[in-house]
C-alpha cells in the first residue's frame, strides 16, 4: 500500500491499482479525490468535507462510491442512488479492495457551549488508522495511526497521550493546515521524543510505502 499525503486532513491510499481517498475537504486540493475508486468522510465539517466537489467527483465518476456517517450521506444519497453508503461504530465493509472498520461515535469537544457532531474514523485493511476529529482508540494494533496535530478542539500533550494509547508502529501527521512553518518543528520534536513511536511528517503531495 502506498499513502500519499494532501493538504490537512486528507490521504489518498492504494493498493493495487486501486485508490482509497479519505477527507477529501476544502482545505486539501481541489482533485484530492479525482479518480478515486472509494472515498471515505469522518464528518461533516468543511474542512474534511466539500459536497460540492464530492458531487463533482461522483457524477465524473460513476463507478466511484462513498462511506460516511448519516449527517453526510443524507446531503448525497438521493442524487446518487446505491453508490453513497452510511456506516457507524462498530461496522465493516470492503472499499474498492481494502477492508475497513468503523470505530467511533463522537466529534472532539471544541467547547462544552457548542453541541457534539457526529464523527467515525477508519481503519483501513488493519492498518491504518484515520480519527477524523477525534482521538479515538481503536482497541486493537496500528501500524501507522494518522495524528491530527493540531486543531481548535486538541493540545499536544493530548495528542502525544493519544499516541502512546494507541501505541502504533509509527505516526503521520495529518490535520495540520493551522500549524505555521515555523512551529512545525515544535510539534514534531514533541511527538518524536515523547509519543514512544517513530515519526513522520509528510508535505503535501509526498507518498510513503506502507
Not at 444519497?77 to 472499499?95: K, L, N
Not at 457551549?113 to 464523527?119: E, F, S, V
Not at 508502529?169 to 514533541?190: G, M, S
Request: proline share 7%; aromatic share 6%; hydrophobic share 40%.
Amino acid at each position: 500500500m502506498e499513502l500519499t499525503k494532501k493538504t490537512h486532513a486528507c490521504v489518498r491510499l492504494v493498493k493495487d491499482g486501486r485508490t482509497l481517498v479519505i477527507d477529501p475537504g476544502a482545505f486539501s486540493e481541489p482533485d484530492s479525490a479525482d479518480g478515486a475508486d472509494a472515498i471515505l468522510v469522518t464528518h461533516e465539517h468543511p474542512d474534511h468535507f466539500s459536497e460540492e466537489r464530492l458531487r463533482a467527483v461522483l457524477e465524473a465518476s460513476q463507478g466511484t462510491e462513498l462511506w460516511t456517517l448519516r449527517s453526510v450521506a443524507d446531503r448525497l444519497a438521493g442524487a446518487f442512488p446505491g453508490r453513497v453508503h452510511t456506516v457507524g461504530d462498530g461496522d465493516t465493509f470492503a472499499a474498492a479492495g481494502f477492508d475497513v472498520e468503523v470505530h467511533g461515535e463522537l466529534h472532539a469537544v471544541i467547547h462544552p457551549d457548542l453541541p457534539r457532531i457526529t464523527n467515525v474514523g477508519f481503519l483501513v485493511d488493519g492498518s491504518v488508522f484515520h480519527p477524523g476529529d477525534a482521538l479515538t482508540v481503536p482497541g486493537r494494533p496500528v501500524d501507522t495511526l494518522l495524528v491530527p496535530v493540531m486543531a481548535p478542539w486538541n493540545k499536544v500533550s493530548e495528542v502525544i497521550d493519544y499516541v502512546r494509547e494507541v501505541a502504533p508502529a509509527r505516526t503521520v501527521d495529518i490535520h495540520d493546515a493551522l500549524l505555521t512553518d515555523l512551529a512545525r518543528p515544535v510539534y514534531d520534536q514533541h511527538l518524536e521524543n515523547l509519543g514512544r513511536a517513530p515519526h513522520q511528517r509528510l508535505g503535501a503531495g509526498e507518498s510513503t510505502g506502507l
